[in-house]
């Protein structure tokens, strides 16, 4: 195995954004950090409202195979993506959800858990839609999927032209939050 | 949005499809028809957002089968041309790629596999258009096929099917899948200076003295368009140089004959193939398109094994690479043969192998790639002796 390989799975339902996530991280580790970084989302009818997940790997090295076997981190913005990818992920993977959209079950208790309140701080910015900002600017705080430098690089020339700003305060919104949680996490495991 | 330029100079992170369009533009393409199907779809887009960009022509056609004779009208006309299909609308298409054939027009086709027979899986990856894109159409001929592995490969091999197109004047088809089109990578772009571009050869003789098929000697006649000062006559009956048809055996053979040697003959100017470990390989792992970038997962598995395992990836799939395949059957145990498919190439690779050594396919119906611990299992097949030779299989019916 390519022990360079960063496996990450973000899933939720359409319309919240997840391919979008998908994109602006792939394109943040490829174009502005140098790496080889793949995108493959689901596709079909799904994308027009149901479940919703994308697949990135980011490397060093060349990509062979596309798709994540075991994720390093995993990302999950609805109940059903919790119960279908969250419930089976392996111990050692970053786990990060929606906290108000996620209920989680009983055994989850101690466990390490990142969680993000991220739609609601997207509508307190003004906009639901950068929920997904948010998100990101979370994902990057507490996981080493990409530099906050070059995620906001690729926000800036992702998003539709005169919504930057919006999205890099929500990004910047999610990191902030990310840093705090950090601190929280490790005290609770404490 | 600003106006952009026909090559979009430097780095991307950029889909499969859109990478096949962008390398279409980078290569001259001004001329695009189509009928949109799923998982082509995203060319058919990115052509119409970009042609008008650059002063081409996008058309939306009734069905394939317009679209497929639009193109090659296009052509004819002196325009670069190209659509983008998958499934039915590739089968629909078949008739005029015959015809594109006999009337040696340059195009380029882009076939996004994906699972059938018919509607089959619409969304879903396949591979099992391999033999139809090559026997498809109905009567003798030979083609140019290439398969991307890769989003960077989309756009690289897109130009060099404009460019094989357009100096052996047949169509040719850049044999991507779902996956690929679907898989969104970084995708260098360099500057149209180090883009090698190969122009259509015009006649040089005055356009009283030109024929439309002449080839003086050559394998390839100069292309005149219609609407210039020449006279040009594409005809899809047999027919001799002047384009005249003529319906006899001899003309036939003569023609037909030119048609197939201008591909066979330049084989080796066109094939084009990835060899990873197969100098000390005792197993090679013979894969193309999304199938080889699992198989190359599969390879590093088995070397991490300790097995000596090789990959050959066609990237040239028509013609195919007989005599290094050939060569290679000679000193390894056997080959691996991972596609999306019930077993396609696999045929060439017995064909060209002989009872060389053995021959272990790994099909997949379609609907999903394999997964790298399936090929890894029919590596161990052939490590242990237990996949068959060609031989095997006849006695076996």
């Known amino acids: ?190 | 949005m600003a106006k952009r330029g026909p090559v979009l100079t430097g780095e991307h992170f950029l889909l499969g499809d859109f990478a096949c369009a962008e390398g279409a533009l980078a290569s001259g393409c001004r001329f695009f028809a189509g009928y949109p199907i799923t998982p082509s779809t995203e060319v058919a887009e990115r052509m119409a957002e970009r042609l008008p960009e650059v002063g081409g022509i996008y058309i939306q056609m009734e069905d394939e089968i317009a679209s497929a004779t639009a193109i090659l009208g296009a052509a004819w006309a002196g325009a670069k041309s190209m659509t983008a299909t998958s499934g039915p609308g590739f089968s629909l298409m078949m008739e005029a790629f015959g015809l594109a054939i006999l009337t040696e027009t340059p195009t380029v086709i882009i076939n996004v596999q994906r699972a059938g027979p018919s509607t089959g899986l619409p969304t879903m990856v396949g591979q099992g258009d391999m033999m139809q894109v090559r026997w498809g159409s109905h009567g003798p001929y030979e083609i140019i096929a290439l398969v991307p592995e890769s989003a960077q490969e989309c756009f690289d091999l897109t130009i060099k099917a404009f460019n094989l197109s357009e100096r052996y004047r047949v169509p040719v088809f850049v044999m991507t899948d779902e996956e690929i089109g679907h898989l969104t990578e970084k995708v260098v772009i360099p500057p149209p200076e180090k883009i090698e571009i190969w122009e259509r050869k015009l006649p040089t003789v005055p356009p009283e003295k030109f024929k439309t098929y002449q080839t003086n000697g050559d394998l390839v006649p100069p292309m005149a368009h219609a609407g210039s000062d020449y006279r040009v006559f594409f005809e899809s009956l047999t027919h001799d140089e002047r384009g005249y048809p003529v319906m006899k055996a001899d003309a036939h053979q003569k023609l037909v004959k030119r048609l197939v040697d201008k591909i066979v003959l330049n084989r080796h100017k066109i094939i084009e193939y990835e060899e990873k470990y197969t100098n000390d390989a005792e197993i090679i792992v013979l894969s193309y398109g999304i199938s080889a970038r699992v198989s190359k997962r599969a390879v590093r598995m088995a070397r991490e094994r300790g097995l000596k395992v090789g990959m050959f990836r066609l990237i040239t799939a028509w013609p195919f690479p007989d005599e290094r395949v050939h060569e290679l059957s000679k000193f390894v145990k056997g080959f691996v043969v991972p596609e999306i498919n019930m077993g396609q190439m696999v045929k060439e690779v017995q064909r060209v192998a002989t009872d060389n050594c053995q021959i272990q396919l790994v099909p997949h119906a379609g609907g999903d790639i394999h997964e790298p611990e399936d090929i890894l299992e029919a590596i161990y097949q052939v490590h242990d002796g237990k996949a068959p030779r060609r031989g095997d299989l006849l006695l076996a019916m």
């Open chain 1, 1 to 190: 195995m390519d022990s360079n390989l960063l496996q990450i799975r973000i899933s939720g339902f359409g319309g919240q954004g997840v391919v979008m996530m998908g994109y602006v991280l792939g394109k943040a580790a490829s174009v502005f950090e140098s790496k080889n970084a793949t995108l493959s989302q689901s596709y079909g009818p799904e994308s027009r409202g149901g479940a919703s997940a994308c697949d990135i790997l980011i490397s060093t090295e060349e990509i062979d195979y596309p798709k994540v076997v075991k994720p390093d981190i995993l990302v999950v913005l609805s109940q059903d993506a919790y119960n279908t990818y969250g419930r089976k992920r392996p111990d050692d993977c970053i786990f990060i959800i929606e906290k108000e959209l996620i209920e989680l079950a009983d055994d989850e208790i101690g466990k390490k858990i990142f969680s993000i309140p991220a739609t609601r701080l997207a509508e307190e910015l003004g906009r639901k839609i950068v929920m997904n900002m948010v998100m990101l600017g979370f994902m990057s705080a507490v996981s080493n999927c990409a530099s906050s430098e070059a995620l906001q690089k690729a926000i800036s020339t992702s998003v539709p032209k005169g919504t930057e700003q919006l999205n890099l305060k929500a990004f910047e919104t999610g990191f902030e939050f990310g840093l705090k949680e950090i601190q929280a996490v490790q005290e609770k495991i404490e």
